[in-house]
């Protein structure tokens, strides 16, 4: 099977110098593999989107040299493949209404257990829907992380995967869109691991394949938090892509020597050396961080 794997950035913002390294891990592990690299963009949640983030994003990957083999998936425009797997997992009689609130929840660490709401329904407003989790040890072998296992109802609960406002949750609309793009593996950041359990049993329950899983290191802020919680701080530029690019290159760790003029040039010599194996020297960690303005 040919390799398939993906960057899926959500447009809340610019690109910024945490995206750029999950672009750049999961570029180089699809051209290592001899595969394709797909994009997709998670514009499902219009309350976080910015306007203009998708179409800057877009603009951003190829002055970069990150060019992908196929058109952009929008999630915007997949609502129906969203409506059909939601019915699916309803008949399967594992999703259920819910009026809960955070607060209702505390009590109960925030977690949702059992299929059993704390609040009564609220005639007049709108439910979230979640999915009911099993007491149930999810184990998979992530590619650089090693062997993770996760019992989805000790550790997340019963899971939203509707919200309130009516918009799918990103859990649903990434496995249905994974499964909707062929991916073979999904390379991502580490801040996902702990959503992939669920993902597993998502794709289960819908009949789908389960990818490859390798997440990448995270690149931690200053304060020691993952830099795209504060999207606006490190913007890359695309004028000027190659400091940020061999910055991207060297936290992933390696260290390409190379005089290399255009961003296309630097990947095709950094992937000489590409070996997917070598990217578990480095954890998640602040970055010497060239070519990003900072605001
Ligand atoms: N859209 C998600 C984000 O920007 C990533 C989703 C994924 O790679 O599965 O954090």
Redesign the pocket.
């Known amino acids: 099977m040919t390799y398939r794997g993906?960057?899926?950035?959500?447009p809340?913002g610019c690109l910024h110098f945490g995206?750029l390294v999950?672009a750049v891990g999961s570029w180089l592990c699809a051209r290592h593999a001899g595969g394709q690299w797909l994009l997709r963009m998670?514009d499902i949640d219009p309350p976080r989107e910015v306007a203009g983030a998708a179409a800057d994003m877009l603009a951003t990957l190829p002055a970069f040299g990150l060019t992908a083999d196929a058109t952009p998936l929008f999630q915007s425009t997949r609502q129906p493949a969203y409506d059909a797997a939601f019915e699916q997992l309803r008949a399967t009689g594992l999703v259920f209404p819910c009026w809960c609130s955070r607060s209702d929840l505390a009590a109960s660490g925030g977690l949702h257990r059992d299929g059993r709401c704390v609040a009564s329904p609220i005639e007049g407003r709108a439910p979230a829907w979640r999915l009911r989790a099993p007491d149930l040890d999810i184990h998979f072998e992530d590619a650089l992380q090693g062997s993770q296992r996760q019992n989805l109802r000790e550790s997340v609960g019963d899971f939203v995967i509707r919200r309130v406002e009516g918009f799918y949750a990103?859990q649903l609309a990434?496995v249905v869109d994974?499964a909707f793009q062929d991916v073979t593996e999904?390379v991502?950041?580490s801040?996902?691991l702990d959503?992939t359990p669920r993902q597993i049993h998502l794709q289960r329950l819908l009949g789908l394949p389960t990818p490859g899983y390798l997440h990448l290191p995270l690149v931690l802020d200053a304060q020691g938090r993952k830099l795209?919680k504060s999207d606006a701080a490190h913007p890359v530029d695309p004028a000027n892509p190659l400091p940020a690019l061999r910055s991207a290159l060297s936290f992933l760790g390696l260290t390409v020597e190379s005089d290399a003029s255009d961003p296309a040039e630097l990947l095709d010599r950094a992937l000489v050396d590409f070996d997917p194996a070598h990217l578990s020297r480095c954890g998640n960690r602040r970055a010497a961080i060239a070519g990003i303005s900072e605001s």
């Open positions: 993906r960057f899926a950035p959500s809340t995206s999950a998670e990103y990434c994974d999904v991502r950041g801040d996902l959503a795209s």
